[in-house]
């Protein structure tokens, strides 16, 4: 394994201690997708992380501080709606600070 191997499980590793647990690799994708990529799309998420569009915007959904249906997310990103059809990603300060925390390890 390389350095660059080593230094992005550590920080799978670390995420998970911090968040919770049960964070899947695919929710911490998209949290960094979100942060590489403000004000993105979930077709424009969904194509960074080669997934198909329901799939992210499940994921996504589940990143949120409450989930479409009501239960509570893991509040590390923000919708923001400008209509139905539009709606853009945005780290929440919760997401900002862990992705900060993350990549300045």
């Keep these: 394994?390389?350095?660059?191997?080593?230094?992005?499980?550590?920080?799978?590793?670390?995420?998970?201690?911090e968040v919770a647990t049960d964070i899947t690799t695919k929710q911490i994708m998209a949290l960094f997708a979100v942060a590489s990529y403000p004000g993105s799309t979930c077709s424009q998420i969904s194509?960074?992380?080669e997934s198909s569009y329901s799939a992210t915007n499940k994921v996504l959904n589940s990143l949120l501080l409450l989930r479409s249906e009501g239960t509570p997310g893991l509040n590390l990103v923000e919708v923001f709606a400008e209509n139905k059809i539009e709606r853009t990603y945005f780290l929440s300060q919760k997401g900002r600070a862990l992705v900060k925390?993350?990549?300045?390890?």
């Design 101 to 105: 925390r993350a990549i300045t390890r």
């Design 47 to 49: 194509e960074k992380v």
């Design 1 to 17: 394994m390389t350095i660059n191997t080593i230094t992005l499980l550590e920080t799978i590793v670390d995420i998970r201690r």
